[in-house]
């Protein structure tokens, strides 16, 4: 574990260039880098949204949502050249979970028919937020893998998945007002 102590600045990224795993030099504004720093930008909005939830069901669904999106982090970090080695890949199981998790929720709410504004209350409104993130990455994604600079098409559909997930925890937490 790295203590406060123990963090030095590296500053390997001060001209613009970070690393992929594996050591491969990339521009910061890379599709990739783009990509899984938009999913970070989601994972760190999904914690708010888990501590701002009074379900513990929700914040646990939360919490799964957000250790698979950092491993999808570590999947879309890995060079092509290297794939075969990467420390995660994302599976259709990993899909199917979410998927389950969505089911048991839409027996909990009435979606309605109609388009909903955001902001209920704070937990909802972001959840809300991190959904639209989502929706973000889950278009980068798809640009990657219809360029080829990316294979694995469960990535989409996990976001996806994921995008429908949250649009329906936000409308449970505003149920539980």
Do not use: W
Request: charged share 35%; glycine share 6%; aromatic share 8%.
């Amino acid at each position: 574990m790295v203590t406060g102590k123990d963090f030095r600045c590296s500053k390997a990224g001060d001209y613009g260039y970070t690393s992929l795993l594996k050591g491969k030099r990339v521009p910061k504004y890379d599709e990739r880098i783009e990509t899984y720093g938009t999913i970070d930008e989601a994972v760190s909005v999904l914690g708010l949204a888990r501590v701002l939830s009074k379900s513990r069901e929700v914040a646990e669904a939360i919490f799964k949502i957000q250790k698979t999106l950092y491993s999808i982090c570590s999947e879309l970090a890995t060079p092509p050249e290297v794939y075969n080695e990467a420390p995660f890949k994302l599976t259709r199981k990993h899909v199917e979970e979410v998927e389950e998790i969505l089911e048991k929720f839409l027996e909990k709410v009435d979606i309605q028919k109609h388009f909903i504004i955001p902001g209920k209350n704070l937990a909802s409104a972001t959840l809300d937020f991190a959904r639209t993130i989502i929706r973000r990455a889950e278009r980068r994604v798809h640009k990657l893998i219809h360029d080829g600079k990316v294979k694995n098409l469960e990535l989409g559909c996990y976001l996806n998945r994921v995008a429908d997930l949250l649009f329906t925890l936000a409308r449970f937490e505003e149920k539980e007002e």
